[in-house]
């Protein structure tokens, strides 16, 4: 609800007539049965670099600007504390779908590179205004898509 949706005498007198920037998504989750046979398969594909590894949760770099959380289902349902706050209990199950963005010159390579592999692209799909993806499923069946510019009207 807007601040100023809110009853009068609601609104805090010093509050923003407009949301605050928000700069991107910095942190896409999902959660796997085994975090390390996920960690190890997005790792071989894409070249991910480890930032955090634990039982319950790895974390891995992507593209230098992202970060894709791979929780261990049912791990993380109960609130986190640590040493500088509590991380509020989540919790999540698949299949879902998400997507990584690739230029559209690489589309071919990528194809290349998933089949040496030996992960099968489900499907490939050439949009309006000739965005490609690749649909591929990782070791828990979540759907990955691979995308080029063209789609959405966002750069990337």
């Given amino acids: 609800m807007s601040s100023s949706s809110l009853p009068t005498g609601l ?17 896409t989750a999902l959660y796997v049965r085994d975090v390390a046979v996920a960690a190890t398969f997005y790792q ?14 790895h974390a891995l770099g992507v593209g230098g600007r992202d970060v894709l ?13 640590t ?15 998400f997507a990584f963005a690739i230029p559209l010159a690489d589309v ?3 194809r290349a590179w998933l089949t040496a592999q ?5 499907s490939e799909v050439t949009w309006e205004g000739e965005a490609r993806s690749l649909y591929f499923r990782d070791p828990d069946h979540n759907l990955v898509e ?7 009207r966002v750069s990337f």
């Fill in 11 to 27: 609104q805090s007198a010093g509050a923003p007539k407009s949301p605050p920037a928000t700069l991107g998504i910095v942190e």
């Fill in 44 to 57: 071989r594909l894409f070249a991910f670099e480890t930032l955090l590894a634990s039982d319950r949760l």
């Fill in 69 to 81: 959380l791979l929780f261990k289902e049912g791990a993380t349902s109960e609130p986190f504390a």
């Fill in 83 to 97: 040493s500088r706050g509590t991380i509020p209990g989540h919790a999540g199950s698949g299949p879902t779908h």
């Fill in 108 to 110: 071919e390579t990528w």
């Fill in 118 to 122: 030996g992960v099968a692209v489900e």
């Fill in 146 to 152: 691979l995308i080029t510019p063209g789609f959405w």
